[in-house]
């Protein structure tokens, strides 16, 4: 008999054609085996009854899943590209029937959606490895940038500065840098779920959590843009706080610079004690005076001896 040519096609499957086939279900595949409808050569398939996916788990119990097939035959057809692999090029979709006893029957599919559904997961599985490895390889660099985003954004303001200011323009500085490492958090975390979403395993093992599954994987690309969206946004938040963070610690009101308790006793024998101020001239002294604190300053040039004292 004349090998059949080697087409790729989607065909329509009937009952008859289904009779040979066998199905051997497990806990987490379905093997189904038997005679491709076009060439009639013996081709066998795997359909795996759970995912991994990038959204939620869903669980559901087995009655019917809908299979696609492609024939993966060892005959050689004629036309068959080198990299085409095996088979005639032929896929179509199969829904296999869960008795209560364990045992699988077959038929064909009876709603357009299963197919294309069906259709949809097998493509998925075909590259899913490829796809997971890259996504953890991906999730590693941004735990890392997670790691070391104190680390840039603490040097933005700086410890000692902070120290400088006053109580109020420190809570708010901190307040500032706390909201923008909050925000920088999730536009990390936004970024990396819209471009590789977040790995689990997903139940596909009937009809049901098929079509629950397609629903998903149909609705990720509006889902991806929203989180890139919020990332986005996320992201000129913590600049502008940063930003806002800079310009209190340079330009906020600075904490006065006090001493212990000094006493400073004048040419004409008369004694200043209090604290020191800072000096806003050269060659003079500002001290809050212990006793009324006024402040008073006092001409270098006048001082005949300084010393600290416990208390004024």
């Known amino acids: 008999m004349k090998p059949t040519r080697y087409v ?28 491709c409808p076009v060439c009639g050569d013996v081709t066998a398939t795997s359909q795996a009854r759970t995912t991994a996916v990038l959204e939620t788990n869903v669980q559901s119990t087995p009655a019917l899943l809908t299979a696609d097939v492609t024939c993966e035959c060892r005959r050689q057809h004629p036309g068959r590209p080198a990299d085409a692999g095996e088979g005639c090029g032929r896929t179509w979709a199969v829904t296999a029937v869960f008795a209560d006893d364990g045992t699988v029957t077959l038929r064909p599919p009876g709603e357009p959606s299963l197919v294309k559904a069906a259709e949809a997961l097998r493509l998925h599985q075909a590259g899913q490895l490829t796809a997971l490895r890259a996504a953890a390889d991906r999730w590693t660099l941004g735990v890392s940038a997670l790691i070391g985003l104190t680390a840039l954004i603490l040097p933005a303001v700086g410890r000692d500065v902070i120290r400088t200011l006053q109580p109020w323009a420190q809570i708010v500085t901190g307040g ?19 471009a590789y979403g ?22 990720r690309p509006v889902e991806a843009a929203s989180q890139l969206r919020r990332a986005i946004q996320a992201a000129l938040v913590t600049v502008v706080l940063l930003a806002a963070s800079v310009g209190v610690a340079v330009f906020g009101p600075a904490r006065p610079i006090t001493s212990a308790p000094i006493q400073i006793t004048l040419s004409d024998d008369s004694v200043v004690c209090g604290l020191f101020l800072t000096s806003r001239a050269d060659a003079r002294l500002r001290v809050r005076r212990a006793d009324d604190g006024a402040v008073a300053v006092i001409v270098v040039a006048e001082v005949a001896r300084i010393k600290p004292v416990k208390a004024c």
């Open 8 to 35: 790729v096609d989607r065909i329509t499957v009937t009952r008859e054609q289904l009779v040979d086939w066998q199905a051997v279900p497990s806990r987490t595949e379905l093997t189904l085996r038997g005679p």
């Open 176 to 194: 500032l840098l706390a909201v923008a490492a909050a925000a920088a958090t999730f536009a990390t975390l936004w970024a990396y779920r819209a």
């Open 198 to 219: 977040l790995p689990v395993i997903r139940a596909v093992d009937d009809d049901a959590s098929l079509l629950n599954w397609y629903a998903v994987y149909q609705a």
